[in-house]
C-alpha cells in the first residue's frame, strides 16, 4: 500500500454502533501506523559514527605531525592523558614532546572535537523521519455515535528527508575536517612556539656571556685610564657598550619570559607543570635547506579546504 492511499484510507469516517467494532478498528489502526513509522524510521535513519568522526581527524594527524590525538570523553581517557603528558614533561622538551603535549592536553583542541562529536549528533537527528500524529474524534449524535480517525504524517519532511540526510552528511563531514585543520593549527602553532621560546632562552645566554665581558672591560678601561694608559673618549665607549649590553639584557630576559608563557599556553600546562626544562641552543640547521618551490607545492598539495 502506498503513502498517498494509506492516508486516503485512514482519513475517513465510519460510523460504530457496538463498542467492541470501535475498539477493534482503533487496535488495527495503531498496529498498521506503528508498522508504517517504524519500517519508515528502520530505512531512513542513521547511526552514531564509533568514534564521533575522529578517524579522519587521527589518519591527518598521524600523517602530518606523525603524532596521536585523543578525544578525552571519560576520567579513564583523561588519566592516561596526564600519566603520558607527564611521562615527556620529566625529560628535557624536545619540540616532538612538545607538539604531542599539545595535542593531548590543548583546551581549545578538545572544544573542537566535541563540536565534532555534537555534528555527528545532529547528523543522526537530521536522518530521522517525523513522527506520525494519531487522533481519534468522536462526534455524539441521538441515534448512533460517529468517529473519525486520522493518521498526519509532515510529507515534506519525509519528502525531503534523503536531501537533508545528504547535508547533514556533508556538514558532519565539513566538520571533521574543521577538526583536523584545528589540529595542524595547534601542532604548528605549538611548534613556532617551542622554537621562538628556546632562541628567547639562548638569546638570554648569550647577552649574559657578552654582558659579563663587557664589564669586565668597562672595568678594565677605568683602571688603565686611572694610569693615563685610557682616554676618557675609549672609557666612555666601553661604560656606554656595557650599559647596552645590560639593557639588552633586561629585554631578552623579557621577551623569553613572555615566549615561555606562550609556549605554557600552547600546551595547556598550570601548576606544577610549569617547571619544565628547554634545551639552551636550537637544534642544528640542516645541511640543505629545502627550495621554496618544493616549499609552495607541499603546502599546496596538503591544503585541507
Not at 545528504?166 to 556538514?171: L, Q
Request: charged fraction near 25%; aromatic fraction near 6%.
Amino acid at each position: 500500500m502506498t503513502l498517498s492511499s494509506w492516508f486516503a484510507r485512514s482519513q475517513s469516517n465510519f460510523i460504530v454502533a457496538p463498542a467492541t467494532s470501535f475498539r477493534t478498528r482503533v487496535t488495527r489502526l495503531v498496529r498498521v501506523s506503528a508498522a508504517l513509522a517504524g519500517g519508515v524510521a528502520l530505512s531512513a535513519c542513521a547511526t552514531f559514527s564509533a568514534d564521533t568522526g575522529m578517524n579522519v581527524v587521527a589518519g591527518i594527524s598521524h600523517q602530518e605531525v606523525k603524532k596521536d590525538v585523543v578525544f578525552t570523553r571519560s576520567e579513564t581517557e583523561a588519566l592516561e592523558s596526564r600519566a603520558r603528558v607527564d611521562r615527556l614533561l620529566k625529560r628535557p622538551l624536545t619540540v616532538d614532546a612538545a607538539v604531542q603535549i599539545a595535542l593531548l592536553n590543548n583546551r581549545s583542541l578538545q572544544a573542537a572535537y566535541n563540536e565534532l562529536a555534537i555534528e555527528d549528533a545532529r547528523r543522526v537527528e537530521a536522518s530521522l523521519p517525523p513522527n506520525p500524529r494519531f487522533s481519534i474524534t468522536r462526534i455524539a449524535s441521538a441515534p448512533e455515535t460517529e468517529f473519525e480517525t486520522q493518521i498526519v504524517v509532515d510529507i515534506l519532511s519525509l519528502a525531503t528527508l534523503p536531501l537533508r540526510t545528504d547535508i547533514a552528511g556533508d556538514r558532519f563531514r565539513q566538520a571533521q575536517l574543521r577538526a583536523a585543520e584545528e589540529t595542524l593549527r595547534v601542532a604548528a602553532d605549538t611548534r613556532r612556539a617551542y622554537y621562538r621560546a628556546v632562541a628567547a632562552r639562548e638569546l638570554v645566554r648569550l647577552l649574559t656571556k657578552a654582558k659579563s665581558q663587557a664589564e669586565s672591560t668597562a672595568k678594565v678601561a677605568k683602571k688603565l685610564g686611572e694610569t693615563g694608559a685610557f682616554n676618557k673618549l675609549d672609557q666612555a665607549r666601553e661604560q656606554a657598550f656595557y650599559a647596552e649590553t645590560t639593557v639588552d639584557l633586561a629585554t631578552a630576559r623579557q621577551n623569553a619570559r613572555s615566549e615561555r608563557e606562550d609556549l605554557i599556553r600552547q600546551l595547556g600546562l598550570w601548576g606544577q607543570d610549569l617547571d619544565f626544562r628547554l634545551p639552551n641552543v636550537l637544534p642544528v640547521l640542516p645541511r640543505r635547506p629545502r627550495t621554496l618551490p618544493g616549499i609552495e607545492v607541499e603546502a599546496i598539495r596538503k591544503r585541507l579546504d
